[in-house]
Nanobody, 118 residues
Framework: VQLVESGGGLVQPGGALRLSCAAS????????MGWYRQAPGKQRELVAT???????AYADSGKGRFTISRDNARNTVYLQMNSLKPEDTAVYYC?????????????WGQGTQVTVSS
């Protein structure tokens, strides 16, 4: 299983970024997909998840600003981030958690840096 994130970068406060995570080596529809982030000196935290049927859930930090989505035909999950704030600065990680197998295999991407600064 491989998860490859892209789309990070430097953006000014109030700006937007769209992160992508391309998955391979897996049956994509059998995985709950999610985005997590880790800021310097802090623990990794959940940002959002999306089920195979497209049901999304968000941490309070991103509600109303972030939108997670997935394209099962392209084996890709996205995170659209709007109205970015300096506190959104972090490395963003893609996560895949199997919903069929117990205990569920859990995979991570290598991360993509998002920096919000003027």
């Amino acid at each position: 299983v491989q998860l490859v994130e892209s789309g990070g970068g430097l953006v000014q406060p109030g700006g937007a970024l769209r992160l992508s995570c391309a998955a391979s080596g897996m049956i994509f529809k059998n995985y709950m997909m999610g985005w997590y982030r880790q800021a310097p000196g802090k623990q990794r935290e959940l940002v959002a998840t999306v089920s195979s049927s497209g049901n999304a859930a968000y941490a309070d930090s991103g509600k109303g600003r972030f939108t997670i989505s997935r394209d099962n035909a392209r084996n890709t999950v996205y995170l659209q981030m709007n109205s970015l704030k300096p506190e959104d600065t972090a490395v963003y990680y893609c996560n895949a958690k199997n919903i069929i197998i117990r205990p569920p295999p859990n995979y991570w991407g290598q991360g993509t840096q998002v920096t919000v600064s003027s």
